[in-house]
């Protein structure tokens, strides 16, 4: 990855929450396949089913292009999230909004980087209520064919039901297995999906020209698909959370395990997005869904265990993105209310948690225009270009540098599809709501 020559290192932060130690920070006993598992689970997941149906309104020239460029951007500023970790000498930056803090001022960084991380992680977790609850409505079709048809509202209210249980994990460490299970099932499903389209071949009469809509219509649609991609690349937001629970020495810093895992997790990565993108437009051209695997009809106990399989992947990494926001949520009402932590605390936090992204879910259940919508507002800013402004701000690369000048490149292209994505999912939604029959 590309580093400038820093500048003399910054002063540490005198602040005792930024100074977690062995002893009272989060627990530090994860090895480096931790990291490349927690954040498969959290960058592999409902994103990738609808990357055919972003290249279907991008074309094959666009589509690759931004496949091939996010995946290029987003490795370097996973990179550079990794070695701002510990970029001052004793102090481990084991939130996003630490590192802010630091970046951008006491009063000023938590404003900056808070609203955006929680934006994702919230986003992912109603995205995934969503996906859960459609691929368990699809299983069942496909395993019960003369089973009474049940309402998709419930489905995602069965599977909500699932994480009040799992919610009351009490850190990252004790979700690992559930992780490792979701990462197992991510690069299965992946690999069904791009397999069975393969098999399938393409469809008759396929067409790449890009769909007839109106003018207007087309361009949001565009804008739309470019969030897509933008939500397919959304492990940064918990990828100093995922680092905090790996141990630190001066002879092996945190950020060399760290960054194996996160090489190790963005080949995955490739080996989901790539095939299933590119195999998935070319089986069935601008006719896809927006979830590939309610395309695929054949074989049909294949494509139920796929859709069984994106269950178990999402449950996953429903609690990865889960797992900051509960300790955020709990540190609070710790610390102004004065609620004595413990099992009551958590049980309510965490329950009432569920239950809105559950809510939100089962009322706003479009799955492509949520994609694009959180994509842009929420996963553009903390994966493409927010890494690179806390980059310039603290390491400080010579100007018109090379690390300065793709610095700047990633934030002037991050920024884009943020307003670009932000726009076309919200219009997207309008549009699909007024002709959806909420709560049916």
């Not at 949001?220 to 959370?241: D, M, P, S, W």
Request: aromatic share 14%; glycine share 8%.
């Amino acid at each position: 990855m590309v580093s400038g020559s820093p500048s003399p290192t910054p002063k540490a932060v005198p602040s005792d929450e930024l100074r977690k130690g062995e002893n009272n920070g989060p627990p530090r006993e994860a090895k480096w396949w931790y990291s490349t598992f927690h954040t498969v689970t959290a960058m592999v997941g409902a994103g990738v089913l609808s990357l055919p149906y972003a290249m279907a309104y991008l074309g094959w020239g666009p589509g690759t292009l931004m496949m091939v460029l996010s995946w290029c951007i987003t490795l370097n500023t996973m990179w550079q999230m990794i070695q701002l970790h510990e970029c001052v000498p004793g102090v481990r930056f084991d939130r996003y909004y630490d590192l802010g803090r630091h970046a951008f001022g006491e009063r000023l960084g938590p404003w900056i980087v808070l609203p955006q991380q929680l934006i994702v992680q919230v986003g992912c977790d109603i995205v995934y209520m969503v996906t859960g609850g459609k691929c368990l409505k699809k299983f069942m079709e496909l395993a019960c064919t003369n089973c009474a048809p049940i309402r998709q509202s419930y489905w995602i209210c069965i599977f909500g039901a699932i994480h009040f249980f799992l919610s009351q994990l009490p850190n990252f460490n004790s979700v690992s297995a559930v992780s490792l299970a979701a990462a197992i099932m991510s690069l299965s499903y992946s690999t069904i999906a791009w397999v069975a389209c393969l098999g399938r071949g393409r469809i008759p009469n396929v067409s790449y020209a890009y769909k007839k809509r109106s003018t207007a219509d087309a361009m949001f649609r565009v804008a739309n698909a470019l969030g897509q991609i933008t939500f397919a690349y959304a492990g940064h937001a918990v990828a100093l959370e995922i680092q905090a629970t790996i141990p630190s020495t001066p002879e092996r810093p945190s950020r060399v395990p760290m960054w194996k895992g996160a090489v190790g997790a963005y080949i995955v990565n490739a080996i989901c997005y790539f095939p299933v993108a590119f195999i998935g437009y070319w089986a069935f051209g601008h006719d896809v869904d927006d979830n590939v695997l309610v395309t695929l009809q054949k074989p049909s106990w294949l494509i139920a265990a796929a859709n069984l399989m994106v269950v178990i992947h999402v449950i996953g990494s429903y609690q990865v993105y889960a797992m900051p926001v509960f300790d955020m949520l709990e540190r609070t009402m710790v610390k102004r209310l004065n609620i004595p932590p413990g099992l009551a605390l958590r049980l309510v936090v965490r329950s009432a948690y569920v239950a809105f992204t559950l809510f939100v879910g089962v009322t706003f259940p479009f799955f492509g225009d949520l994609l694009g919508f959180f994509g842009g507002f929420g996963f553009a800013p903390t994966s493409y270009f927010l890494p690179s402004i806390i980059w310039l701000k603290i390491m400080k690369p010579k100007r018109l540098s090379i690390s300065w000048c793709i610095n700047w490149a990633c934030i002037v292209i991050g920024v884009f599809m943020m307003v670009a994505s932000t726009v076309g999912g919200l219009r997207n939604i309008v549009a699909d709501s007024s002709t959806y029959e909420f709560y049916s």
